[in-house]
């Protein structure tokens, strides 16, 4: 089974850039569908990036062109570089994954294994 510990996660100003982590143990990633999700208090998770596992990508539109999804098979980690950083991206970010799936899905019920996510703040 999959234990996954994200990472990376702070305060940081409208403007900057933070890279969040994704650490799996107990399996390898390299057939897992992988996807980034957020959720902000009074709203519900919403998708922000997948990757599958042959390294193809999808990104929320809220976010295209400023975040990158990328994984690291070698080192059994994913990776989530955010950029041009938004007060509206603050929420806690969770890294989910899942097998059985050629194209990632992209609602969260799907994710069987998710990680206990990490704090965004971005300050105006």
């Known amino acids: 089974q999959v234990q996954l510990v994200e990472s990376g996660g702070g305060l940081v100003q409208s403007g900057g850039s933070l890279r969040l982590s994704c650490a799996a143990s107990g399996e390898t990633l390299d057939y897992y569908a992988i996807g980034w999700f957020r959720q902000a208090p009074g709203k519900e998770r919403e998708l922000v990036a997948t990757?599958?596992?042959?390294?193809?990508?999808n990104y929320a539109d809220s976010v295209k062109g400023r975040f990158t999804i990328s994984r690291d098979n070698a080192k059994n980690t994913v990776y989530l570089q955010m950029n041009s950083l938004k007060p509206e991206d603050t929420a806690v970010y969770y890294c989910?994954?899942?097998?059985?799936?050629?194209?990632?899905?992209?609602?969260?019920?799907?994710?069987?294994?998710w990680g206990q996510g990490t704090q965004v703040t971005v300050s105006s």
């Open positions: 990757i599958s596992s042959g390294g193809s990508t």
């Open positions: 989910a994954v899942q097998k059985g799936y050629y194209t990632p899905p992209t609602r969260a019920y799907e994710y069987g294994y």
